[in-house]
T-cell receptor
Framework: DTEVTQTPKHLVMGMTNKKSLKCEQHMGHRAMYWYKQKAKKPPELMFV???????INESVPSRFSPECPNSSLLNLHLHALQPEDSALYLC???????????????FGPGTRLTVL | AQTVTQSQPEMSVQEAETVTLSCTYDTSESDYYLFWYKQPPSRQMILVIRQEAYKQQNATENRFSVNFQKAAKSFSLKISDSQLGDAAMYFC????????????FGKGTLLTVNP
């Protein structure tokens, strides 16, 4: 089973709202990722968690706040977003980010976020 | 820095025909992995095929196969017997062997399958 699930599928929020995106995987993966994807563009890496610790932050604005409550869950808390933050937010997971080798990232279906 | 180039923004193919999507990359590493991901309009990015640079044999997954030319730094995807469900955006991606997290994506090729 290579399933990564994400909720909600769609989210509309105002610039003053606080909302959260959720990602879950049950593959025993120890690395989890958040990506932002604009229409017809490749995904852009935002954050990487390894063994529940934040390992990589690709200079993402603080209005995006990731959280990894346990090895299966990854959240992205949103606050005071801008209209330009409207995008598809993808979660991914992989075995881990320490061991090199035939590791592959598996993606969830994404959350389509619209900021009004 | 590694770069991945997909020179065909859009491609189309007739159902049951064969199509080849191009990908070239630039790296100074000898140990790396290459991927093709498919993203249908339903949005989920799905792994199509993976190639390890140290393997000379081209990877194959059912109707999908790659032509990996290491010296030329080329990694094209061939889809045989195209089906309507193959219509999607296809992304070529590169990862260093020593780095599990950094995927470098190409800009994508939008494939249309005509009935």
């Amino acid at each position: 089973d290579t399933e990564v699930t994400q909720t909600p599928k769609h989210l509309v929020m105002g610039m003053t709202n606080k909302k959260s995106l959720k990602c879950e995987q049950h593959m025993g993966h120890r690395a989890m990722y958040w990506y932002k994807q604009k229409a017809k563009k490749p995904p852009e890496l935002m954050f990487v968690y390894s063994y529940e610790k934040l390992s990589i932050n690709e200079s993402v604005p603080s209005r995006f706040s990731p959280e990894c409550p346990n090895s299966s869950l990854l959240n992205l808390h949103l606050h005071a977003l801008q209209p330009e933050d409207s995008a598809l937010y993808l979660c991914a997971s992989s075995q881990d980010m320490v061991t090199s080798g035939e590791d592959t990232q598996y993606f969830g279906p994404g959350t389509r976020l619209t900021v009004l | 820095a590694q770069t991945v180039t997909q020179s065909q923004p859009e491609m189309s193919v007739q159902e049951a025909e064969t199509v080849t999507l191009s990908c070239t990359y630039d790296t100074s590493e000898s140990d790396y992995y290459l991927f093709w991901y498919k993203q249908p309009p339903s949005r989920q990015m799905i792994l199509v095929i993976r190639q390890e640079a140290y393997k000379q044999q081209n990877a194959t997954e059912n109707r999908f196969s790659v032509n990996f030319q290491k010296a030329a730094k080329s990694f094209s995807l061939k889809i045989s017997d195209s089906q309507l469900g193959d219509a999607a955006m296809y992304f070529c991606a590169y990862r260093d062997g020593g780095s599990n997290y950094k995927l470098t994506f190409g800009k994508g090729t939008l494939l249309t399958v005509n009935p």
